[in-house]
């Protein structure tokens, strides 16, 4: 009954910002991540950041590093995405996702197709444009 929410996309100038929102419910056990990941038309989706629930370790791809900072709020069962510095490649569908068993760097480096992730949200439009 794990569920997904994505919200906080839109439309932003380069340079600019944006924050990203995931509401996360129905999760059973302490061991795993969740994070973001993020697609456009004709490409494999790709972690972009993603947090351990264990110890709260993060990992950043890295054309986010020192741009986009993950972290969690679990007194409200949210994630965020807070992305500076905005790039026109940083254009996507971002996804919300969490994986049982994994550290953070394992689920955001992963080939999603072969090994998968356990649940995901329904993605939010991010374009970056002048």
């Known amino acids: 009954q794990v569920q997904l929410v994505e919200s906080g996309g839109g439309v932003v100038q380069p340079g600019g910002s944006l924050r990203l929102s995931c509401a996360i419910s129905?999760?059973?056990?302490?061991?795993?991540?969740i994070g973001w990941f993020r697609q456009v038309p004709g490409k494999e989706r790709e972690g972009v950041s993603c947090?351990?629930?264990?110890?709260?370790?993060?990992y950043y791809t890295d054309s986010a590093k020192g741009r986009f900072a993950i972290s969690r709020d679990n007194a409200q069962n949210t994630m965020y995405l807070q992305m500076d510095s905005l790039e026109p490649e940083d254009t996507a569908v971002y996804y919300c996702?969490?994986?049982?068993?994994?550290?953070?760097?394992?689920?955001?480096?992963?080939?999603?197709?072969?090994?998968?992730?356990?649940?995901w949200g329904k993605g939010t439009l991010v374009t970056v444009s002048s």
């Open positions: 996702a969490a994986a049982y068993f994994a550290t953070a760097q394992s689920m955001c480096t992963r080939n999603v197709k072969i090994h998968g992730i356990d649940f």
């Open positions: 129905g999760v059973s056990s302490d061991y795993y991540s």
């Open positions: 947090i351990d629930n264990v110890d709260g370790s993060t």
